[in-house]
């Protein structure tokens, strides 16, 4: 399931996950025992794969459900660009351990990582790469203002995404 926090307009706060009180998602993640280590994980945008096939940097690890790893590559926007792979899951990523390997884009990578998560919150201004996501909250002031799928939230004329997807658009719309 990808959960997509689509608009942060304060730059302080809290974040809240069933209740418990998140100070600082890092001190979160480095924290001991906790219960939602196993189920979220931080996507950076300065990460780098392993120089290893496709296959095993989403399953992080040499044996591996193929069916389940295309799934999630699929589901994090990962499924058209998988089938123009000349090896699929087996096409070795990156040129240093194998000459063959091939190139991935800042945000191929992302969605390669993304794939790995069981969980992922993604959270940016930036709407149009939110469009992986399965769900969206819109956050206003501190508040969900909003919440749904991308299409139901471009569809609401009155709602704050709708509004910021229109103030957006003027870059993504090709002339």
């Known amino acids: 399931m990808f959960l997509g926090f ?11 996950l069933n209740g ?42 040499a044996h591996y459900d193929r069916e389940l790893v295309m799934d999630c590559l699929s589901k994090a926007d990962f499924g058209d660009r998988l089938k123009t792979l000349p090896d699929g899951l087996d096409t070795p990523l990156y040129k240093e351990l194998d000459k063959n390997g091939v190139e991935v884009s800042g945000g191929e990578a992302q969605k390669i990582d993304i794939a790995g998560d069981k969980t992922a919150v993604y959270i ?17 002031h501190g508040a969900i203002v909003q919440y749904g799928t991308r299409d ?19 870059y993504y719309v090709k002339e």
């Open 152 to 170: 139901q939230l471009v569809a609401d004329e009155n709602g704050k995404y709708y509004e910021l997807w229109h103030a957006q658009a003027q």
């Open 6 to 16: 689509a608009v942060i307009l304060k730059q302080s706060g809290e974040m809240h």
């Open 124 to 140: 940016s201004h930036r709407l149009s790469s939110c469009k992986f996501c399965d769900d969206i909250a819109v956050f206003d």
């Open 20 to 61: 418990p009180f998140l100070q600082r998602l890092f001190d979160f993640l480095d924290t001991p025992n906790t219960m939602y280590r196993g189920i979220f994980a931080v996507v950076f945008q300065d990460f780098r794969l392993f120089a290893l096939p496709l296959g095993q940097n989403v399953a992080a690890g």
